[in-house]
């Protein structure tokens, strides 16, 4: 069964300090792996989106990792700021020749706090 | 651009009633797709359109309706509501890329169903 796991569930860091969110995924055939950030309240925003040829991608503060060998994706956010107070969700494209098709992890809740 | 919207934000309903969840972008996007957001679990794919008139079922599918008649709208219709058919339900709209698509997801509408 393709699934996509994410640790930790939850995380809080002080304000200003480093995290790395780990996504494990078993997708296969495996097209493309998307990070997004949900504000609560609010429908998922992208951050990146890798294939299986990138091995990093950056976006300001957020850079995500993708190891295509080891089915491993990091995201790392430098300096943390308040408003990255959010979840974060992981998402794995499976190509099926006809059509792509999501399968979601269910995401990290990070609370950055002063 | 207002990018997607979706109406109502939050809804209760009683077992039974029908209701239709509207979703509209201005982006020109064929490509439009309901998930379902629920505790402890990605988000699930209801259906999908990938243009005005076509419509095909995508992971949990079953006591949502949905039909596509122009570019921009795609409700969602719950035909007899039930308890396990509450969740937050995001509309989204997809662009293709150079290399991929690019997913833009709606604020979402939070539904109850007693």
């Known amino acids: 069964k393709n699934q996509v796991e994410q640790s930790p569930q939850s995380l809080i860091i002080l304000e200003g300090k480093n995290c790395t969110l780990q996504?494990?995924?078993?997708?296969?055939?495996?097209?493309?792996l998307r990070w997004y950030k949900q504000d609560t309240g609010r429908g998922p925003v992208s951050l990146t989106i890798?294939?299986?040829?990138?091995n990093t991608k950056s976006n300001g503060r957020y850079t995500a990792t993708l190891d295509a060998d080891t089915k491993q994706s990091s995201l790392h956010i430098t300096a943390s700021q308040l408003s990255d107070s959010a979840s974060y969700i992981c998402?794995?494209?499976?190509?099926?020749?006809?059509?792509?098709?999501?399968?979601f992890g269910t995401g990290t809740r990070l609370q950055v706090t002063l | 651009n207002a990018g997607v919207t979706q109406t109502p934000k939050f809804q209760v309903l009683k077992t039974g009633q029908s209701m239709t969840l509207q979703c509209a972008q201005d982006?020109?996007?064929?490509?439009m797709s309901w998930y379902r957001q629920d505790p402890g679990m990605g988000l699930r794919l209801i259906h999908y359109?990938?243009?005005?008139?076509?419509?095909d079922q995508g992971e949990v599918p079953n006591g949502y309706n949905v039909s596509r008649s122009t570019t921009e709208d795609f409700p969602l219709r719950l035909l007899s509501a039930a308890p396990s058919q509450t969740s937050v339900y995001f509309c989204?709209?997809?662009?293709?890329?150079?290399?991929?698509?690019?997913?833009?997801f709606g604020p979402g509408t939070r539904l109850t169903v007693t």
């Open positions: 996504c494990n995924y078993t997708v296969s055939p495996f097209s493309n």
């Open positions: 359109s990938v243009g005005a008139g076509i419509t």
């Open positions: 890798m294939t299986f040829s990138e």
């Open positions: 982006m020109n996007h064929e490509y």
């Open positions: 998402v794995v494209s499976l190509y099926t020749g006809t059509a792509s098709k999501l399968t």
């Open positions: 989204a709209s997809r662009k293709r890329t150079e290399t991929s698509y690019e997913q833009y």
